[in-house]
């Protein structure tokens, strides 16, 4: 038998939920159940499997104050798992509406005139997925709704910190006959998601670079691909011509919602020397005006540090920080109250890439702010780094601000704007260095991941081709 998992409440601190991992045995009659299920789910048609992620959006609406309060319960926060909850029901109708047109066959000539060339594809039986705590639903369903559109089954490793959104979204799972026979949820810790690597045909995962590392390699050892969404680090530049009321707003949300933990959170800040000061200052006057979401959960913007391990990074990172000799000007601390780990909006300068603060991800609501001489000087701070997921630069002129754009090495570059890659699901995308691998799973392409590409060639005439042996009879 499987050891239970106690699972830690992020607002009181006390173990309140319990998950027990399937065993290894249990796990791969799971996964070979999903199989059987899927060689019939593939012979739907597109019509048919779409019709079935409606019944289930439908269902998940008819049911969403227990899902809803089973993400609060997992993160302590309020209004960010409303938002994920919508993100997640126009996730399906997003990818509803274009599949059709995306699963198309196509036909057409070959460079040589008597070959013909129709190409179709074909799912992988299992998907497995690995998703982590920041956002539980979200992330454990962007990748699963294309995957089974695509004519996949799919089985979902959720993190063990936040497993509590599991039990309501199987109940309205297990309303669709259809689905439940090819996607399923199952909970545990890292050895249960190596054992999940060993039984399926392709691996998505999200989580730090570490634990993206081993999962790597275990694709590897099993000959199957793996799509990996890993940290980041993300640099903000702000030009001396930057409208500062609009990019201390921007800046300030990208850093902060959701506390800081989100992969694509501006970690680090480069300012013109011109307009550094003025910036700080408009940055630490609005961060004082956010408050922690304590004691009730209504009563401000910033919510508990998620998991205690990284509550721990955290204050790591600052303590480092203030050794080297960084200047705190609000918040700067990570705090336990009522047994929860909270950090406020941390505004902090002389600070430099000797820091963990800045070369490390904090996961936090940190905002080190450092300036620079020229524009030459912001990028190659910007790109000083080993991840390269997302950035943002803030100019008056958009043209100025496309150009310095186009030097940083990351996936996706906010132009007078910052955290959009959580609201805007549209636009191809491959993470840079160590924030990534594999193709894109936003925009259509990312359909492609879940399917092999297969093409026929078809000879058309009954006469010998020319390449044939000519001595032949």
Known sequence: MSKPIEVRNPRTGK??????????????QQCHRLRRGQTIWQKLAIEERIAAL?????????????????????????????????????NIDKWCNIVPHLLQNTAKNTSIPFISLQQTAVPYGLVGIISPW???????????IPALLAGCAVIVKPSEITPRFVAPL???????????????FVEGAGQTGAALIEDVDLICFTGSLETGRLVAENAAINF???????????????????????ATSAILYASVANTGQSCSAIERIYVAESIFEEFYHQLITKAHQLSLAYPTIESGEIGPIISEKQAAIINDHLQDAISK?????????????????????????????????????????IMPVMSFANIEEAINLANDSIYGLSAAVFAESEELAMEVANKIEV????INDAGLTSLINEGDRNAFKFSGLGGSRIGTIGLNRFLRKKAFLTKTNSHKDPWWFSNLE
């Not at 199987?170 to 399923?184: A, C, E, K």
Request: hydrophobic share 40%; proline share 7%.
């Open 15 to 28: 173990f309140d939920y319990v998950i027990v991992p399937p065993p290894p045995k249990l796990l791969s």
């Open 54 to 90: 409606k019944a289930w959006k439908q269902a998940i609406l008819s049911d969403r104050t227990q899902l809803t309060e089973a993400l609060v319960s997992d993160t302590g926060r309020l209004s960010t798992s409303v938002l994920e909850i919508d993100s997640f029901l126009a």
């Open 134 to 144: 920041n956002f539980p639903l979200s992330l454990s369903t962007v990748d699963t």
């Open 170 to 184: 199987m109940m309205t799972l297990n309303t669709i006959p259809q689905l439940r026979d090819v996607l399923n």
């Open 224 to 246: 199957i691909p793996a799509f990996l969404e890993l940290g980041g680090k993300d640099p903000a530049i702000v030009l001396e011509s930057a409208d500062l009321d609009l």
């Open 325 to 365: 000799g960084a200047v705190i000007h609000c918040g700067g601390k990570v705090e336990e109250l009522g047994g929860g780990w909270w950090c406020r909006p941390t505004v902090m300068t002389e600070v430099n890439h000797s820091m963990k603060i800045m070369s490390e991800e904090t996961f936090g609501p």
């Open 411 to 414: 996936g996706v570059i906010n």
